[in-house]
Each structure stands twice: as C-alpha cells, then as structure tokens.
C-alpha cells in the first residue's frame, strides 16, 4: 500500500515553454502533499505544500508564479513549471501524506526535468 | 526552525562490516526524524521513523537507529553491510510550523559504499 506514482518521469523541453509534472497517491487519499526539488548529487529541498481545495503554501525563496501547484483532488497534485529556463532542470520529488498516518510522508519516483 | 547535519559525505565500509552513518539535528520542538534510502533516479523509500516514545528504532532491511536527545543524534546503523545497501542515505527532521502539515528538512546526504 501507499503507492505515490509520478508522471512524467522524464521530460526535456526547450526553454521559454511550461511542463505539468503529475503526483498521484493510488492507493490513499492525501489532503496534503508536498513538492521537492533536488539537484545533482545535492539534498533535497522542499519547495510547498500542496493543500487540497485550497493554495499551496511556497517555501522562502520559491517563487510561486514560476512553480504553479494545484491540488484539485485527494489523489492528485500538479506542479506546473512556467516558461522553463535551463536552470530549472532539476529532480523533481513529491510526497503525499496519508490521512491516517499523518506522521509519514510516500514519496513518489521523481520526475527528472532537462531544459534545453 | 529545524536542521539536519549529516556526517560524511561518503562513507565506505566492507562487505559484513558494521555500518554506522551520523546524523545531528536541532530543532526548536520535539524532533520527528526519519532516514531515507534514495537508489539512483529514484524516489525515497523511508527505512524508520522516530516520533516518540522508545528510543531504539528499528527499520526496514535490518537498520536502526537510536535517538539521543542529549547528544542530538540520530544515527543510523546496520550490523553487518550488503553489497545492495549502497545507495544515498537521509537524515530528515520534520519542519514544524504550527499549521499541523509540514514537509521535511533533509540532510545533504550520505553515499554509503560497500567494498567486496
């Protein structure tokens, strides 16, 4: 059980144009999930937090309007990466949190983003 | 706030040796804290947790870990290492903002080698 899965789980895209990642949990319901990012061979970095129904609450320094996030359901998330520069090539991970073990959180496969 | 210091960047033992990798945290509340185990281009798998109660975890995959509060520490360990535990290794902490449904803070990571 607690299954997130991740779609794409690669994408490469030319710069200036937008990528929708999706974040499924399939075998749970998540009011909350949570988006990742994590360069190479670095730690990972939480960017927001997806909330269902209501707005994503961003980390210091993520800019919001770049990294759109919509949590339109209790089963899926979408980051959204607006007019996408090479620098935003990155491991993108997203978790969901089960309703009954709010303790932890299922990550999903990850999705590797290349900008060209 | 809440921080996680990882130890080593990478550590290298033998096949059947004991495995010990080091995690400091602080945090203004009681910690949740938790190890990940990331393989190559893949997503996280969560091997314990503590939140409270016993101190001494034990996870998937014989590793365990023990909270120290005195010490802050959380490290983790595993008797006798496999050739299929190389991986990355992370320390996490949960962030606490009060709003009751935080992301996680990680570590920068832990390569774990296993020589034959």
């Known amino acids: 059980g607690a299954v997130v899965s991740q779609h794409p789980s690669r994408v490469i895209c030319k710069s200036g144009t937008s990528v929708k990642i999706e974040c499924r949990s399939l075998?749970?319901?998540?009011?909350?999930m949570f988006w990742y990012r994590q360069f190479p061979k670095k730690s990972l970095m939480l960017m927001a937090t997806s909330n269902e129904g209501s707005k994503a609450t961003y980390e210091q320094g993520v800019e919001k309007d770049k990294f759109l996030i919509n949590h339109a359901s209790l089963t899926l998330s979408t980051l959204t990466v607006t007019s996408a520069h090479p620098e935003d090539s990155s491991f993108y991970i997203c978790?969901?949190?089960?309703?009954?073990?709010?303790?932890?959180?299922?990550f999903g496969p990850g999705t590797r983003l290349t900008v060209t | 706030a809440q921080s996680v210091t990882q130890l080593g960047s990478h550590v290298s033992v033998s096949e059947g040796a004991l495995v010990l990798l080091r995690c400091n945290y602080s945090s203004s509340v009681p910690p949740y804290l938790f190890w990940y185990v990331q393989y190559p281009n893949q997503g996280l798998q969560l091997l314990l947790k503590y939140t409270t109660g016993a101190t001494l975890v034990k996870g998937i995959n014989g590793f365990e870990a023990e909270f120290k509060k005195s010490e802050t520490s959380f490290h983790l360990t595993k008797p006798s290492a496999h050739m299929s535990d190389a991986a990355e290794y992370f320390c996490a902490v949960r962030k606490y903002s009060g709003g009751g449904a935080d992301g996680l803070t990680f570590g920068k990571g832990t390569h774990l080698i296993i020589q034959p």
């Open positions: 978790s969901a949190r089960d309703l009954r073990q709010p303790y932890e959180q299922y």
């Open positions: 075998d749970f319901q998540a009011t909350t």
